[in-house]
């Protein structure tokens, strides 16, 4: 129970919540900032979030994007006995890795690595795994083992071992992955973690529930098994997803000063704690970030504010399924030390919108498996 936070309610000692602490730390961006090496690598690794949404893959070939801004991670360990890594929980893929003593990759040497060797609880699968970054890769095999999750032990859990990584993998703070989505449809799709949580009746509600603080000192948070009402304010708007393989909901427009500037008429829009940013289109990003004073910074390939103007941008609608949920330029504006003012809305590719960390920062999220809906709520 070392890293869990078991929360009860006073009505009911049997009704516990079972949270995984996440930390935010330094982004690879800033990293690679601060060496000045961010150039080099962005034009290596390019930043392609949709990549991931791709159903033609299983887990023997699982796409995934370098996202360079992701800064949240929690503690979970492997094995018997433990071995400790810090993953990110992704609610946009399924599949579960972390490097290994297989690897030959100087990526790994940043990170902890797990040995089977060590763990009296592991079963070799040897399954093939190679997971796409950019011009990058990550291989490796499969196996099985006992995972702990917040003091949850799943048994039998199957997961990644990596053998190679690519050289961006060393920035990350975080040494693997946990995906939260559900199982892909291949018939070789890997269980996800999540759901042997559910079929073997270690979670209270077949959800969990994930807050990210926007200050460090107020610890974000991923509740598996229940909902804190400690982190939102108000009701919970409950949205049906639209298709039942990533947490995907129909966004009905966005609108700025009443207007609408983007998925005029419906679109698609997926909940992912694994993008940083807000993602979609170029047309709509391109209305939206020009509505807000937005303007676009070759250099950067993205899109740059004045950080004087910030209290004085516009609020940025999105609704969905009836409802309202306003991002104030507080929410969608992020300040660095190398480059100023960063709008939170990037552009890429399908026709899919991604509503990363800038929305579930302002939006307390709800994955609720159950019944194939999303929860927001205004977090705390």
């Given amino acids: 129970m070392k890293w869990a936070v078991i929360v009860c309610a006073m009505v009911a000692l049997s009704e516990c919540l079972i949270q995984v602490p996440l930390e935010k730390g330094k982004t690879a961006r800033e990293t690679l900032e601060e060496q000045g090496l961010w150039e080099q690598y962005r034009l290596k690794y390019p930043y392609n979030p949709m990549a991931k949404f791709d159903d033609r893959f299983a887990v023997a070939n699982q796409p995934m994007t370098n996202d360079a801004d992701l800064s949240y991670f929690g503690k979970i360990s492997i094995g018997t006995p433990p071995q400790s890594f810090k ?6 893929s399924s599949t579960f890795w972390v490097p290994s003593v297989y690897c030959t990759s100087p990526a790994c040497e940043s990170h902890k690595e797990y040995d089977p060797a060590m763990s009296s609880t592991y079963v070799k699968n040897g399954q093939p795994l190679s997971i796409r970054y950019g011009t990058g890769s990550m291989t490796g095999i499969l196996g099985y083992d006992t995972v702990t999750v917040g003091g949850l032990a799943v048994r039998n859990q199957i997961f990644g071992l990596s053998k190679t990584e ?22 070789t799709s890997a269980t996800p973690v999540f759901d042997n949580m559910m079929s ?29 009402p400690n982190h939102y304010s108000g009701s919970i708007s409950w949205i049906p997803l639209s298709v039942v393989r990533f947490w995907q ?23 992912d704690t694994g993008t940083s ?96 809906r999303v929860g927001l709520a205004k977090a705390r």
């Fill in 87 to 92: 993953v990110i929980f992704d609610t946009g």
């Fill in 166 to 187: 690519a050289d961006f993998m060393k920035y990350l703070r975080a040494d693997g992955i946990l995906g939260l989505a559900y199982k892909g449809p291949s018939a």
């Fill in 277 to 372: 940013s807000i993602v979609g289109p170029q047309s709509g990003i391109s209305n939206i970030n020009q509505l807000v004073g937005a303007t676009f910074n070759q250099q950067q390939q993205g899109y740059t504010v004045n950080c004087d103007n910030i209290a004085q941008m516009p609020d940025v609608i999105i609704h969905t399924n009836g409802q309202e949920f306003t991002l104030p330029s507080s929410a969608y504006v992020r300040q660095t030390k190398h480059y100023g003012c960063l709008s939170g809305f990037d552009s890429a590719g399908n026709g899919l919108w991604i509503l990363g960390d800038v929305f579930i920062r302002e939006y307390y999220s709800i994955f609720d498996r159950a019944n194939n």
């Fill in 249 to 271: 909901i129909t966004v009905d427009s966005i609108t700025i000063n009443g207007q609408v500037v983007a998925c005029d008429g419906g679109c698609q829009a997926i909940v």
């Fill in 200 to 228: 073997q009746g270690l979670v209270d509600q077949d959800l969990f529930s994930v807050y990210l603080s926007h200050k460090p000192e107020k610890g974000s948070v991923v509740t598996f098994g229940g909902i804190d």
